[in-house]
DNA sequence: TTAAGAGAAATTGTGTACAATTTAATTGTA
DNA sequence: TACAATTAAATTGTACACAATTTCTCTTAA
């Protein structure tokens, strides 16, 4: 049977792809939700680490979202102009470029508060289910961690 | 403790933070592996629908890969430059495109054969948790392909 | 038979995403 | 001290990714 070649160049047999197609359909239902406070994922991520942590450098943000200064300086000049960030050069060290939330970012984080649940709702998981998910993907994130360093 | 509110907006509370970095890290992964391919890895995985199916148009190539047409237009124009595949409109019907492979097309599948393997052995999971990875991220999938038709 | 509606792909505009390079600042060391 | 090496961001270039719109084709119903 030709159609049963090489059995492991399947889409269906790799683990990449039921991966990388349910990121993308995640991040996908957070849009409408996400919509209404006028951020997109990503900027949503970036206010996560500063509401928790009020306040951080470009090369910490990154280290915590896996993104680069290419993706990151554009995206926090956005939220800059919104006005929910403040973005300041660091006097001990102006290499470093330090971020923190205005009063404005900080508002926006009761705002924020339904959008876990709402996006909870439409994946509907039992907590085994969801926590054995997160174990596992944090899994594979330290395994390719490791990977880099060896 | 004012650090501990909010506690549902932390990113390590949330189940979409790590399947968003791991479908990064993953990719990532593939990297340079797919470099000696020249191909990136979303021309890899439309690729490897077509050494499936030999054929199929570009509406069905966006549902199996849940890629639209602003996606896969210059990326399947970039691999029918490369000689990989060819395009052309359906003699029935005009607004069809259909994709085909062409013998280096088929070619490069033997040359793609060890990626999996490579890849493969950076994520060292047991048969058991990639099987049970695999199974949550499908029924994730799902779950959120129910949520649009309702 | 033809105009309205539906479909498929292409295009446009915005926003990631990252590798590689550049710029500017700091540190380590001869 | 002075300069090479390192570091942090920013920039550049390429490639997605998708919403919204457009173009062209096909179907359907009056």
Redesign the pocket.
Known sequence: MSDENYPELRLENQLCFPL?ACA??V??AY?PFLDKLDL????YIAMMVLWEKKAC????L?EML???????????K?LESKGYIE?KR?I???????ISLTDKGQELQKEALFVPMSVGSCIKLSAEEAKTLYMLLYKVLGLLKNEEIE
Chains 1, 2 share one sequence.
Request: proline share 3%; net charge positive; hydrophobic share 20%.
């Open positions: 990388y993308k359909e991040v996908h849009k997109t994922y990503t900027q450098n470009v090369k910490e990154g896996y993104l680069n200064s290419g993706t990151l300086t554009p995206l926090l956005k973005r660091s001990n060290d102006e290499r470093i470029l330090n």
